[in-house]
């Protein structure tokens, strides 16, 4: 009796890490959703957040930093448009780790004309560059509150 040829075994490529899978999926996801993606340099500067707001409406904020594929706070931080302190905040733990983490921003202005218009922006920050930024903006009637929620994914490059 004849003996059956075996087929040859198919090569596949290796799978990935668990959190590397995370993270082509939240890039991914942010991508399909327009959010913008900060490309970084892992071996550079650490990563900050900034919000921002224009036409001087006075307004406040919260700002998260949320853990990759998790419903974890890795930051909250609250702020307002109100003085001069700084809006930008070092995000916490190395650069590697900052790798699919998504930082969030709800934003409240006021309209006090005579200026109309509003303008509200949470950019990534690497090195003093910037290195994406979700910018919303428009126009309201006086004694109008308007919130917005700004989202950037940071990815390694």
Known sequence: MAKKKKK????TAPAKPADTQAKDQAVAMATAAN?????FDPAGGPLSAQVSSGFAQPGSYTLFLWELNENTIVMEKAGNFLNSDDDEYQLPGTNAQQDGRYAQ???T?????PELHYAVALSVIQDGKTLATDLKSGTGTAGD???RTLWVLSAAQ
């Open 8 to 11: 040859p075994a198919q090569k």
């Open 35 to 39: 959010v913008p993606t900060a490309r």
């Open 105 to 107: 921003a709800l934003v």
């Open 109 to 113: 202005v006021a309209i006090t004309p």
């Open 145 to 147: 509150v308007i919130t």
